[in-house]
């Protein structure tokens, strides 16, 4: 990954309470991160941060939308986000292993990337399927002629539409296949 101030918050001398920042997020938040789910995209990121005297807790307020593939097209098409969740950021001297809720930092550290968080916390908040909306409708808007090449068709109908293919090997392959089937007829017979 690579390194973005933008998305970097100065915990060095802050007073204890509460501070509020804003960022916005925008290609350049997912061009940080390689092959990334997301191609582009416009989100606020409200947060609130808390210092306390042992750790900090931090609110996180994320809306907008971000550009993704269909997952029926394969078309980009843009889709919102919202995301409303908590990290909290405590204290130790030795190494630990943070997980999606709580990350450890030595007391020397003088600031606080946010740029992994947000970026996972945009995942997170996608659906798992990712589809074009439906029209008023109930069509979807996805890009029909690309629809129309993922047609599941029958064995009956793919030799009309590619007659050529029995001509030029697929037989062998086909009779092999009989061959096989007919072995595994035979060897289920003599069993019983």
């Known amino acids: 990954m690579k390194k973005n101030r933008e998305y970097v918050v100065n915990i060095n001398g802050l007073a204890l309470g509460q501070h509020e920042y804003l960022f916005h997020v925008d290609r350049g938040l997912f ?3 390689e092959n990334s789910e997301v191609s ?6 409200n947060l609130i941060l808390e210092k306390k005297s042992n750790m900090l807790e931090l609110g996180f307020s994320i809306g907008g939308e971000v550009q993704v593939e269909c997952d029926r097209c394969l078309e980009q098409f843009m889709i919102p986000v919202d995301y409303k969740g908590t990290l909290l950021v405590k204290y130790s001297e030795k190494e630990k292993e943070s997980d999606g809720d709580v990350i450890w930092i030595a007391h020397n550290e003088h600031e606080l990337d946010l740029s ?9 908040s996608l659906p798992y399927q990712r589809v074009h909306p439906e029209d008023e409708n109930g069509v ?8 129309g090449r993922f047609t599941i068709i029958s064995g009956e109908e793919f030799d009309e539409m590619y007659p050529e293919t029995e001509e030029e090997g697929n037989s062998t392959w086909k009779n092999a296949l009989e061959s096989l089937k007919d072995k595994i007829n035979e060897e289920n017979s003599n069993d019983k």
């Open 40 to 45: 582009d995209g416009s989100a606020e990121v």
């Open 116 to 124: 992994q968080y947000i970026y996972e916390s945009i995942l997170l």
């Open 31 to 33: 061009q940080l991160f």
């Open 140 to 147: 979807p808007e996805c890009d029909p002629e690309m629809l």
